[in-house]
């Protein structure tokens, strides 16, 4: 089995855009599945509709009509003067909408299939801190089984394009129901930030479950999108791997969006 995992993981680092017909119904004698595999698009289109309002066990969550979200290539609604700090809230919004029609996951004949899938967006705030999280949304591709899903701020460290794995705050943004294709929660109370690079990483999924958020991998924001996969039958697992590598593009990034104020 080894090498057949070694030559997936090649194929992921490299954007694999279809399953490996190799990969599908090989011995499986250690008892775990070998249908799956990483995928970087499938077969959907990705269009995105309005969700069905939901509520969940995070501190506060709503569910927003995408169209309403009017994501432009990003970075701020007002002009920043950047000695003096946010003169009000801005937006961080590193993709277009029309461009999120993919995004990385596990899955077995073009299907996904349950996994830990860890979603990374790294920012570059617009002005210095101290500064504050109040509300972040996301486009979503699948959420199978209904997973739960949690936000993880980080540092980032733009000069090697990756987070710092030094957590600084926690968020639990409970399920996610199947119907969504946009989430945005309120965060009461914000996160505070003494830092003006930071990384948002939001994890879902696992054993029965899986969220895949969409990609951009067409626009031109600046930032890093970073993805990791934990499949528990260890036929998909990805380290973590910068967007830009896994499509072979000069710029990757995942739909996600995050409010932002001085305190």
Same mark, same amino acid.
């Given at each position: 089995?080894?090498?057949?995992?070694?030559?997936?993981?090649?194929?992921?680092?490299?954007?694999?855009?279809?399953?490996?017909?190799?990969?599908?119904?090989?011995?499986?004698?250690?008892?775990?599945? /070998?249908?799956?595999?990483?995928? &970087? @698009?499938?077969?959907? %289109?990705?269009? +995105? =509709? !309005? *969700?069905? #309002?939901?509520?969940?066990?995070?501190?506060?969550?709503?569910?927003?009509?995408?169209? /309403?979200?009017?994501?432009?290539? &990003? @970075?701020?609604?007002? %002009?920043?003067? +950047? =000695? !003096? *700090?946010? #003169?009000?809230?801005?937006?961080?919004?590193?993709?277009?909408?029309?461009?999120?029609?993919?995004?990385?996951?596990?899955?077995?004949?073009?299907?996904?299939?349950?996994?830990?899938?860890?979603?990374?967006?790294?920012?570059?705030?617009?002005?210095?801190?101290?500064?504050?999280?109040?509300?972040?949304?996301?486009?979503?591709?699948?959420?199978?089984?209904?997973?739960?899903?949690?936000?993880?701020?980080?540092?980032?460290?733009?000069?090697?394009?990756?987070?710092?794995?030094?957590?600084?705050?926690?968020?639990?943004?409970?399920?996610?129901?199947?119907?969504?294709?946009?989430?945005?929660?309120?965060?009461?109370?914000?996160?505070?930030?003494?830092?003006?690079?930071?990384?948002?990483?939001?994890?879902?999924?696992?054993?029965?479950?899986?969220?895949?958020?969409?990609?951009?991998?067409?626009?031109?924001?600046?930032?890093?999108?970073?993805?990791?996969?934990?499949?528990?039958?260890?036929?998909?697992?990805?380290?973590?791997?910068?967007?830009?590598?896994?499509?072979?593009?000069?710029?990757?990034?995942?739909?996600?969006?995050?409010?932002?104020?001085?305190?």
């Amino acid at each position: 089995m080894r090498p057949r995992v070694a030559h997936l993981s090649v194929l992921v680092l490299w954007g694999c855009l279809r399953p490996n017909p190799g990969f599908d119904g090989a011995d499986v004698s250690d008892g775990a599945s /070998a249908s799956t595999t990483p995928a &970087t @698009t499938g077969t959907g %289109t990705g269009t +995105t =509709t !309005t *969700g069905v #309002p939901t509520t969940g066990p995070a501190s506060t969550t709503e569910t927003v009509d995408p169209t /309403a979200v009017a994501p432009s290539t &990003t @970075t701020t609604s007002t %002009t920043v003067d +950047t =000695t !003096t *700090g946010l #003169p009000g809230p801005v937006t961080l919004r590193p993709y277009e909408l029309a461009n999120c029609v993919d995004g990385p996951f596990c899955m077995s004949g073009g299907d996904p299939v349950s996994a830990k899938v860890e979603a990374v967006e790294c920012f570059t705030a617009p002005a210095p801190p101290p500064l504050q999280l109040t509300r972040l949304g996301f486009q979503i591709r699948f959420a199978e089984g209904e997973p739960t899903a949690r936000l993880d701020v980080l540092p980032y460290d733009p000069g090697n394009h990756a987070p710092v794995l030094a957590v600084l705050d926690t968020r639990d943004l409970g399920p996610i129901p199947a119907d969504m294709t946009y989430r945005s929660f309120d965060l009461d109370p914000p996160v505070l930030l003494d830092i003006q690079d930071f990384c948002l990483r939001i994890t879902g999924g696992g054993a029965t479950s899986t969220l895949v958020l969409n990609t951009d991998h067409e626009g031109m924001a600046p930032g890093d999108g970073l993805v990791a996969i934990d499949d528990p039958g260890d036929f998909c697992d990805t380290p973590l791997t910068n967007l830009r590598e896994w499509y072979d593009s000069p710029f990757a990034h995942f739909c996600l969006d995050v409010d932002l104020d001085s305190v």
